[in-house]
Structures are given as C-alpha cells and as structure tokens.
C-alpha cells in the first residue's frame, strides 16, 4: 500500500504564495507519475499538475500555469507544490495522487492512490 500526507496549506492573503507538500510512504515504488489536484465546496475535483518520475516532463493546467510550480525529489520520496500570486479563486481542498504508470495524466481517474487534501483558503 501507499500512503500520500499532504501539508503546508492554510490561510493566505490574495498575492501570497504558499508551498505545498505531499510525502510519500509505503510501496513507493508504484509512483511513478504524481499530480496535485483541488477541490473547491460545490465544484468538482480539478487537476492543477503533473510530474514525472524523473521530473523533467511536468504539465499545468492553463488555469495556475506560469504561477504554480511542481517538482519532486524521489530520494526523499515527496512532491511539492509552489504557488504564488495566490487569488481567492485558488481556494480548495488540495490533493495528491499517484500512479504506477509513468505517463502523467490530468484525469483524477487514472490516479490509483490520494491523500487526505490540505486545505487552501486565500482571503481578498
């Protein structure tokens, strides 16, 4: 089993930035390709990026792209999560999910294994 802990959200003002953690234990091995997902109250879960297993290959949605940063170190087995310009619209649940595959995906449901999801509030 794998088990994916998220950390580093909470309350930020609009503008701030914020990194968050994923840390990653268990059968590490089945994680290959890894993402952040959010989930804001009443909409659905979204992706907001993907990294590879070597962290050279990343993908953002267009929607945090040139704010947000994705990034892993695969010795210390976690996935990070930087983002700035922060806007109350980031307000979410964020997730971490992976995959034994090493192709990165933007659909939640090719993500085999979640974690708990730190929230993420920006006040205006």
């Known amino acids: 089993q794998v088990q994916l802990v998220e950390s580093g959200g909470g309350l930020v003002q609009a503008g701030d930035s914020l990194t968050l953690s994923c840390a990653a234990s268990?059968?590490?091995?089945?994680?290959?390709?890894m993402a952040w997902f959010r989930q804001a109250p009443g909409k659905e879960r979204e992706f907001v990026a993907a990294?590879?297993?070597?962290?050279?290959?990343?993908l953002y949605a267009s929607s945090v792209k040139g704010r947000v940063t994705i990034s892993r170190d695969n010795a210390k087995n976690t996935v990070s999560l930087r983002m700035d310009s922060l806007q109350p619209e980031d307000t979410a649940v964020y997730y971490c999910?992976?995959?034994?595959?090493?192709?990165?995906?933007?659909?939640?449901?090719?993500?085999?294994?979640w974690g708990q999801g730190t929230q993420v509030t920006v006040s205006s």
């Open positions: 990294i590879g297993l070597s962290g050279t290959n990343t």
């Open positions: 268990g059968r590490t091995v089945n994680l290959k390709a």
């Open positions: 999910a992976g995959r034994p595959l090493m192709l990165i995906s933007t659909s939640s449901r090719n993500y085999d294994n």
